[in-house]
């Protein structure tokens, strides 16, 4: 019996054991599972193979191309099943586009991706635009419905520049919350994300910082920061990026600083932290004003 007793703690530790040790992957999110579709999409292009893109697409997907030419505007229709043979027809230099972007919006069984992108035929830089595409989920996962391209020769990005990047993406942060934008500034904050502001009790996660700030939100601007310098640093992979910045605000010149970190949805906020800046000359006064306030609330 006791030896019974003893197989049976000896099994029930080393069940619990494992159990503790046995890590299930989180399930990809909706935006990452639209993200693969269309990186799937752009694989099969640079690999020429064709029969790999249909299962991408629905049956009733369309495509079309927005330009202009002699100034005069252009739509071109195009043809999934085309598509298809001209991108698995032998041919020497590799079809490659590149994407520099993406900004994807889903709304239950809809999805919107905005990229940013330019093609090059083997080495050579043919054109740039932007691509739309609209997703629908149904019984096969997300499809693609439609694909609907600008094309120009213009201004067209070669290489990334990932200072430019994230000037830009912190810049439209800021804008997103002057124009009350809340599904921009939100959706530019990972879930962890942790938002430090200039009060002691300040310190929220995004979902948290969204309840709070919803009120603000529902006005024409939540608040207005215009950054008037900031300085990028980036880890040696590329895949952090952390920025200190000056703000002019209501409040004076503010301090902010940040941590970003590069998905395949593009950059978003890890940390942000905001402060006030008081002046050495003044700061006892500060302390006194502010020691008088606690005093206030006992």
Same mark, same amino acid.
């Given at each position: 019996?006791?030896?019974?007793?003893?197989?049976?703690?000896?099994?029930?530790?080393?069940?619990?054991?494992?159990?503790? %040790?046995?890590?299930?992957?989180?399930?990809?999110?909706?935006?990452?599972?639209?993200?693969?579709?269309?990186?799937? !999409?752009?694989?099969?292009?640079?690999?020429?193979?064709?029969?790999?893109?249909?299962?991408?697409?629905?049956?009733?997907?369309?495509?079309?191309?927005?330009?202009?030419?002699?100034?005069?505007? =252009?739509?071109?229709?195009?043809?999934?099943?085309?598509?298809?043979?001209?991108?698995?027809?032998?041919?020497?230099?590799?079809?490659?586009?590149?994407?520099?972007?993406?900004?994807?919006?889903?709304?239950?069984?809809?999805?919107?991706?905005?990229?940013?992108?330019?093609?090059? !035929?083997?080495?050579?830089?043919?054109?740039?635009?932007?691509?739309?595409?609209?997703?629908?989920?149904?019984?096969?996962?997300?499809?693609?419905?439609?694909?609907?391209?600008?094309?120009?020769?213009?201004?067209?990005? %070669?290489?990334?520049?990932?200072?430019?990047?994230?000037?830009?993406?912190?810049?439209?942060?800021?804008?997103?919350?002057?124009?009350?934008?809340?599904? %921009?500034?939100?959706?530019?904050?990972?879930?962890?994300?942790?938002?430090?502001?200039?009060?002691? =009790?300040?310190?929220?996660?995004?979902?948290?910082?969204?309840?709070?700030?919803?009120?603000?939100?529902?006005?024409?601007?939540?608040?207005?920061?215009?950054?008037?310098?900031?300085?990028?640093?980036?880890?040696?992979?590329?895949?952090?990026?952390?920025?200190?910045?000056?703000?002019?605000?209501?409040?004076?010149?503010?301090?902010?600083?940040?941590?970003?970190?590069?998905?395949?949805?593009?950059?978003?906020?890890?940390?942000?932290?905001? =402060?006030?800046?008081?002046?050495?000359?003044?700061?006892?006064?500060?302390? =006194?004003?502010?020691?008088?306030?606690?005093?206030?609330?006992?």
């Amino acid at each position: 019996m006791k030896h019974l007793l003893l197989c049976c703690l000896i099994m029930s530790s080393t069940i619990l054991w494992a159990q503790k %040790t046995i890590e299930v992957a989180p399930l990809p999110s909706e935006e990452e599972q639209v993200i693969k579709v269309i990186d799937k !999409l752009f694989d099969s292009m640079r690999a020429g193979d064709g029969k790999a893109l249909k299962g991408l697409f629905r049956e009733d997907a369309t495509m079309k191309t927005v330009r202009k030419i002699d100034n005069k505007l =252009s739509i071109l229709e195009g043809n999934v099943e085309d598509f298809m043979k001209v991108v698995s027809e032998p041919h020497d230099k590799v079809f490659d586009e590149k994407i520099w972007s993406y900004d994807v919006r889903i709304d239950g069984a809809l999805a919107t991706v905005w990229t940013d992108y330019t093609f090059f !035929l083997g080495d050579e830089m043919r054109h740039c635009g932007i691509n739309t595409f609209q997703l629908i989920k149904g019984r096969k996962g997300w499809q693609i419905m439609d694909i609907t391209d600008t094309r120009r020769k213009e201004k067209c990005i %070669t290489e990334s520049d990932p200072e430019k990047e994230v000037n830009e993406f912190v810049d439209a942060w800021h804008k997103a919350a002057a124009t009350a934008d809340g599904t %921009t500034f939100f959706r530019s904050m990972d879930k962890d994300c942790i938002y430090i502001g200039t009060d002691a =009790s300040e310190r929220w996660e995004r979902d948290e910082m969204q309840k709070w700030a919803k009120p603000y939100f529902q006005k024409d601007s939540a608040w207005d920061f215009t950054a008037t310098k900031r300085d990028v640093y980036f880890s040696d992979d590329g895949v952090y990026a952390w920025f200190e910045e000056s703000l002019d605000t209501w409040m004076g010149v503010c301090r902010g600083s940040g941590v970003l970190k590069k998905t395949k949805n593009g950059w978003k906020f890890k940390h942000y932290h905001l =402060s006030v800046t008081v002046p050495n000359d003044v700061v006892k006064d500060f302390i =006194s004003l502010v020691s008088k306030y606690e005093e206030g609330k006992k």
